[in-house]
């Protein structure tokens, strides 16, 4: 793992209000694919402030938390009280073995080390359950949303890596031919400045140098300010997909 890996991956809580404030939650349908049918007991993996956790918690089930960042940690509890939460990696997990209906990750499992993380999630699964992984990633179908999408280059490689191809559905670090796949498309309409605020809790926008940050970000804002302009309206309809994967060990 490289450092600047590390470096992004242990940035969130530097900005853990903001995150909570302007990152997304996942859509129903997303969620309900993600777990098995009949399970109770799921663990949140690399659960945040609980973007997840509070779709899981929706539905009535009894959810355990693991998140090494204190300061992401402390907005979760501030939110949800009453959850059983460890301060702990992916790599160790404080749970005994087949303890577990569900493993489910939002938007996390890239910052694993999967080897070590799929060897624990194998040990803390009942039989018959899963893991589940998503990623709500950009949709860029309009003109406005790829000119966007051109002022990070960066971020349409990752992007590009994770978003449905024909091929056969991958993860890394999970065994291949052993994932299943599916998407589900939404919109979100943000002004202008919330599109700014959001793309600064990207870790890697975090991570760049002020000035770097600061042009990239206010040239993002100006290009929905002129999509919103175009529209004669104060907000646009920001295109995602969340891109769901699950996998079963010993197979479906
Ligand atoms: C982009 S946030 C996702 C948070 C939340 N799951 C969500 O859906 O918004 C990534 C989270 O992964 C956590 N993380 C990073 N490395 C981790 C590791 N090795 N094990 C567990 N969690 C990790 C970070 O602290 C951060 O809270």
Known sequence: MSDEHVRQATVF??????????RPGYPDEAVDWLLPPGARDVLDLGAGT???????????????????????????TRAHPSVV?????????????RSVDAVVVGQAWHWFPHEAAVAEVRR????????????????????????????????????????????????????????????????WELAPDDVRAMLATDSRIAVLPERERDELLDASAAVVTAEAHRRGAETVPLHRVSVCFRWRPGGW
């Open 85 to 97: 939460v460890h301060r702990a990696g992916a790599d160790a997990l404080p749970l005994p073995d």
């Open 124 to 187: 803390v699964l009942r039989p018959g359950g899963w893991l589940g992984v998503v990623w709500n990633l950009p949709d860029d179908r309009e003109p406005w949303e790829r000119d966007l999408a051109e002022l990070d280059p960066e971020r349409d490689v990752r992007s590009r890596a994770l978003v449905p191809t024909s091929g056969p559905p991958e993860v890394e670090g999970l065994p291949a031919g052993e994932v299943q796949r599916t998407s589900v498309h939404w919109t």
């Open 50 to 76: 609980g973007k997840l956790t509070a779709s899981l918690l929706a539905r009535d089930l009894r959810v355990t938390v693991v998140e090494p960042d204190p300061a992401m940690l402390a907005v979760l």
């Open 13 to 22: 809580g530097s900005f853990a209000e903001e995150y909570d404030r302007w």
